[in-house]
């Protein structure tokens, strides 16, 4: 038994600091059910002494809990699978639009550009909504969003338009297929973007365990991209085999699968909704609390604005995802070139393009699997630098060796190959994790946006730079170009990014240890042995709840004194 100088009882548990607002939540418990417990007085010892019916009904909403870590990984795997097929499966159904009627190099620019539009407008704009309205409502509009574009852009077709002139004569303007399908493209694009800070916050937000630990869920559900990536060209291939290329169908049928996986989540979305509601309790009215001096949440510009070493912080993360972006883009401009030396030269078809994207997908996907076997191990920082420098040294052979390569076609294709695993396994894996674990809670979701918007910035300059410099310098330097960013983003890396602590004392890490009964990091061990006079514990929110309500003089800040524990 436990006692403190104002004679109030409290178990000698380190728990953490933490603040009364609607989006905490412990265990799958928010705020407000765990402040319904039965304070922590004299009039019983500890909370595991209350009725046996509280504890039931504790434990049932425990094991119905909505957001556990297995369920927040899932929804994070799903909606990156999604997100990859969306974006991957317009190239291919251009090129089965293709064989119907003509399309010029800007009607696919066209399509091309908008969809890397609206990720860059999703990707600020849903990392935003991911900090102000919560995680998964945000993320649940994205996906709606994923799920009403691609069926819009599936049935997307020539719109007869009447013009407003009140003239007997009047002409219709047509709005072109074209033109239709870059609109619902730019609305995908919103939704396939706010994907990117949503799931890789929300995976690292599910569970309390340490850097190393968060960094793998969210590399594990990186790699579904990478899944998603190579499923894009077999479907095409199978609607090839099936319908023709030369049917309406097929194309469109490519488009609309991507409404899919959207629609599965929503499904279970509102499935769980409904099982939930049913174990679901009433909680108490908090607004006393206020009364009682509680704090609220800061707003998410003044977490910016006071998120430590921020410029370091945005240099490491978002300048490393420009930097990469310009690199790895500029390198997929010449996935042509080298399937051309690989397979000689051929006719240009939908079935060829889909054989050879879910070439490239193949080797590209073992090093999504490796990063996340691999971090475990080895601090995403190490990994990133690791990445950067074998992406310069593989960037530097081919540019150096290019000719001899292209003789032979194992060669070339090996080391080309070998630029996407270690990519996977490097830089496009750690630049998706690093703002997920680097940043604030209160401002994480946006700024990981923000990052990832970067990146897409980077993505857009590669494509148009590169373009003209091939044409103007040729291959071999475009090849060094990268190589020399590859060198810079691993210096970045190196200067900017913190590596990894596990020992981090916060109230995340505290109730993590806790929850998997582990010994709290800092903490003093209690030896059964030898008593211990006395410990110092970190206010919790059962201790901001109890002092309020007792002692009522309208002042938060007296919670947070050290509360004098002596143990029996």
């Not at 418990?29 to 009725?51: F, H, M, Q, Y």
Request: net charge neutral.
């Amino acid at each position: 038994m436990t006692k403190t100088d104002n004679s109030f009882f409290y178990q000698p548990v380190v728990v953490g600091y933490g603040s009364i607002h609607d989006s905490t939540s412990i265990n799958g418990s928010t705020v407000e059910e765990l402040i319904s417990l039965p304070p922590l007085g004299s009039t019983s010892n500890t909370i595991a002494s209350t009725d046996s019916n509280t504890s039931i009904a504790t434990q049932e909403k425990q094991s119905h809990a909505r957001n556990s870590t297995a369920a927040d990984l899932r929804l994070s795997m799903l909606s990156n699978f999604s997100t990859a097929y969306n974006v991957i499966s317009i190239s291919l159904a251009l090129d089965l639009l293709s064989t119907q009627r003509h399309l010029s190099v800007a009607d696919k620019s066209l399509c091309s550009s908008a969809l890397f539009a609206g990720m860059i407008a999703g990707q600020l704009g849903g990392g935003a909504l991911g900090d102000v309205c919560g995680r998964h409502i945000a993320m649940m509009a994205v996906m709606l969003l994923q799920v009403l574009a691609s069926l819009l852009s599936s049935l997307s077709t020539d719109l007869p338009m009447a013009n407003d002139n009140d003239t007997d004569d009047t002409k219709n303007i047509r709005v072109s297929l074209v033109t239709m399908l870059a609109f619902w493209r730019f609305v995908l694009g919103v939704g396939c973007g706010g994907v990117y800070p949503l799931a890789a916050t929300l995976t690292a937000e599910s569970s309390n365990d340490g850097e190393s630990a968060k960094a793998r869920r969210v590399a594990l559900a990186f790699s579904f991209q990478g899944v998603g990536y190579l499923t894009v060209p077999v479907v095409a291939l199978m609607i090839v085999w099936l319908l023709g290329e030369a049917s309406d169908l097929a194309w469109r049928l490519l488009l609309g699968l991507g409404a899919v996986p959207g629609i599965v989540l929503t499904f279970t979305r509102v499935r769980n909704n409904v099982l939930h509601n049913n174990v679901r309790k009433s909680t108490p009215d908090i607004t006393k609390l206020a009364q009682h001096g509680t704090t609220r949440t800061p707003s998410v510009l003044d977490a910016i604005s006071q998120e430590p070493q921020l410029w370091r912080k945005m240099l490491g993360t978002a300048g490393c995802w420009l930097l990469f972006d310009i690199a790895y883009y500029g390198n997929i401009m010449f996935q042509p070139i080298v399937l051309a030396c690989a397979f000689g030269e051929e006719e240009e078809t939908a079935g060829h393009a889909a054989r050879d994207s879910a070439l490239i997908a193949a080797l590209a996907l073992p090093g999504y699997f490796m990063s996340y076997c691999m971090v475990n191990r080895q601090s995403p920082r190490f990994i990133q630098i690791q990445g950067f420098l074998v992406m310069a040294v593989l960037y530097a052979c081919i540019a150096a060796y290019f000719e001899q390569m292209s003789k032979n076609r194992f060669v070339l294709l090996g080391f080309y190959g070998a630029t996407f695993f270690s990519c996977n396994y490097g830089p496009n894996s750690t630049t998706f994790m690093l703002p997920a674990i680097t940043y604030s809670k209160e401002c994480r979701s946006t700024l990981n946006g923000v990052c990832a918007a970067s990146g897409k910035v980077g993505a857009l300059l590669g494509s148009i730079v590169f373009a003209r410099a091939v044409q103007r310098f040729g291959q071999a330097a475009v090849f060094a170009s990268c190589a020399w960013l590859s060198v810079i983003g691993a210096l970045v890396t190196f200067v900017c990014v913190q590596p990894p602590n596990d020992d981090i004392i916060g109230p995340d890490e505290i109730i993590g240890a806790l929850e998997r009964g582990k010994p709290v990091p800092g903490t003093p061990v209690l030896n059964k042995k030898k008593k211990i006079p006395s410990v110092y514990s970190l206010p919790s929110i059962f201790d901001f709840y109890e002092v309020a309500i007792r002692s009522g003089n309208g002042n938060a800040d007296n919670s947070r004194e050290k509360i004098h524990v002596v143990s029996s």
